[in-house]
């Protein structure tokens, strides 16, 4: 693995730890961006790498992207991410890997504080918090802040396209409007269903064929194939699955005015923001859209530390200013001739005190 400095997506990052426990089979790259607003917040992906320096590189992005994140949603707490290597393409994962990986997290002495990611679920967080406080997501009563982040950054996504259609198709109903999901997991899934009550034509597609054929006899929605779901014609085109899939064969690829979804760093690289202006194609950045869940996380984090429940009508309200912030840098971009992303980019870096 190349050191991490060498790395393009290097971004003066505070601290990028690799973790290796040899009895447990733990191989973790832990990567702090910034701590200016607070402790490092993000949470942890479990994935197999083909190369590992694929790993750093998202762990970099990833982490900087919660700096972002964070600071955009107006959160007491900077950014940070963890990314667990899978030893194997299904993805094997023992209680001694987490339970290592969350010794780990201990060790940084709250400078960073874990949730779910892909490939981690609310049971692997409640195993974490055996072995160290810097944690959430966990389970918590309904009518509270916390548990899975999933429905909440869907919540946040759908407002997110709402006000995408309202700002560039001038339309303030969803009736008709036609979405095509890019994966429809815990967050497309939600994002789907929230669309469908709308009355929203909606296509699907997923790695797992059966999930979306499932999901689109449920929602009245078109199954497609993983392969062709970027071509369809369409108002939205709303990626949900993993990110670096707006590059320049992807973005010639779309037949859709908006692009807003939840899936994280979907530009490849900085050029692609412009590439996609250039098409006409309106952009929502995706560390605003998608803020729901760490919104609600923290909120159940900061409140667990003060000794008492969570506070979900702040979390609504939170996410409700998801819309707001996104109109504020569309409107920007429209003024300066930038790109919505170099707004956001903007806006956070200088709220980060970069």
């Not at 195993?127 to 997501?137: H, L, P």
Request: glycine letters at 12%; proline letters at 5%; charged letters at 25%.
């Amino acid at each position: 693995m190349p050191a991490f400095w060498t790395e393009q997506d290097f971004d003066d990052h505070e601290r990028v730890e690799l973790v290796r426990d040899r009895a447990s089979g733990l191989t973790a790259i832990i990567a702090i961006h910034s701590t200016h607003l607070g402790p490092a917040a993000g949470g942890t992906r479990f994935w197999h790498y083909e190369e590992p320096a694929h790993a750093m590189r998202d762990a970099l992005r990833l982490s900087r992207g919660m700096s972002y994140k964070n600071a955009m949603a107006g959160l007491p707490v900077g950014g940070g991410k963890a990314v667990i290597l899978a030893a194997d393409r299904s993805r094997t994962k023992t209680p001694e890997l987490i339970a290592a990986f969350g010794d780990a997290v201990e060790a940084l002495c709250g400078r960073y504080i874990t949730a779910e990611d892909v490939g981690i679920t609310e049971a692997d967080m409640v195993a974490v918090s055996k072995r160290t406080q810097y944690v959430s997501g966990l389970p918590v009563p309904g009518g509270t802040a916390g548990g899975d982040p999933g429905p909440f950054t869907a919540m946040g996504i759908y407002h997110g396209i709402k006000a995408a259609v309202a700002y560039k198709l001038g339309k303030e109903s969803m009736e008709g409007v036609h979405v095509a999901l890019q994966g429809v997991g815990s967050v497309g899934g939600g994002v789907a269903r929230l669309l469908a009550r709308d009355g929203a034509k909606l296509t699907l597609a997923d790695v797992d064929a059966e999930r979306a054929a499932a999901l689109a006899g449920e929602v009245g929605g078109t199954p497609v194939a993983a392969d062709v779901i970027m071509g369809v014609p369409c108002d939205v085109f709303s990626p949900n699955a993993l990110g670096a899939i707006l590059d320049d064969e992807g973005i010639a690829r779309l037949d859709a005015p908006i692009v807003a979804g939840g899936a994280n760093n979907q530009l490849a690289r900085p050029e692609h923001g412009r590439a996609l202006a250039e098409r006409g194609i309106l952009y929502a950045p995706d560390y605003v859209i998608n803020a729901g869940g760490i919104i609600s996380v923290t909120l159940e984090y900061l409140a667990r530390r003060e000794g008492r429940e969570g506070d979900i009508n702040e979390v609504r309200e939170r996410i409700a200013q998801i819309p707001v912030r996104l109109r504020q840098i569309w409107e920007e971009s429209d003024k300066t001739a930038s790109t919505p992303d170099a707004v956001a980019d903007r806006m956070a870096q200088h709220l980060i005190g970069r």
